[in-house]
């Protein structure tokens, strides 16, 4: 273990008020070795220097972490290297985790991480996010949905929404400036059935980057025919 490594991942989420204990720093470790040897085979991300693995994936990955409570059921559409549900999975064994992603290869590197980590409380699932939220299995049948730097907002809630219970909520990592995003969406929110329950913004420890969490709740039942086919929300969003 790098100690430079463990420290760093102490005192950044000490800044945001976490706590870590020695074994969830070790997965930490492991997964950003298996993150940076894949790397080389398969694109999975452009941030390749420790400390800002740490920063802009680990620690952004977990300021959502106190807004999932225990045993709650998740799912992290579009999840990528793993951003947000893997940090999460780390941190919070109690609850389960499915991480979707539209391409195979992000989900063969998943399982290896999930064995390598022996990360009980993973599924991972190879399918697009609109078939996802069309499968009689998956609709409906999540506590929270949560998603990082995935799609525009109007799109990214026609693929979240469906996927949670009546009374569950969706949780949308974004960057700065989202207001025009926000105003752009309100109307695809509401005909999904959700409502802004508040939104967060802030920055990330050490930097000047700003982020925004917007928490939707679903007050009503999606229509049957959200989300559209696979395609259809990100070239035509419900306006």
Known sequence: MDKLFEEKMKQYLKKINIEINDRQISNFYNYMNLLLEWNEKINLTAITEQNEIILKHFVDSLTIMDYIDEHEKVVD??????????????????????????????????????????????????????????????????????????????????????????????????GSQIEEELKEASNAINELGGAIKFRKE??????????????????????????????????KPIQ
Do not use: W
């Open 202 to 235: 802030f920055e990330l420890p050490e930097t000047d980057m700003k982020r925004n969490i917007i928490v939707i709740q679903k007050i009503k039942d999606t229509p049957k025919k959200y989300p559209r086919k696979a395609g259809v929300p990100t070239k």
């Open 77 to 174: 559409i579009g999840t990528g290297a793993g951003f947000p549900g893997i940090p999460l999975a780390i941190m919070k064994s109690f609850n389960d985790f499915t991480l979707v992603d539209s391409l195979n290869k992000r989900i063969n590197f998943l399982d290896e991480v999930k064995a390598k980590l022996d990360l009980e409380n993973v599924n991972t699932l190879h399918i697009r996010a609109e078939e996802f939220g069309r499968n009689k299995i998956h609709r409906e049948k999540y506590d929270v949905a949560v998603s990082r730097a995935v799609a525009n907002l109007s799109v990214l809630v026609e693929y979240l929404i469906p996927t949670v219970k009546l009374g569950g909520r969706i949780i949308c990592m974004k």
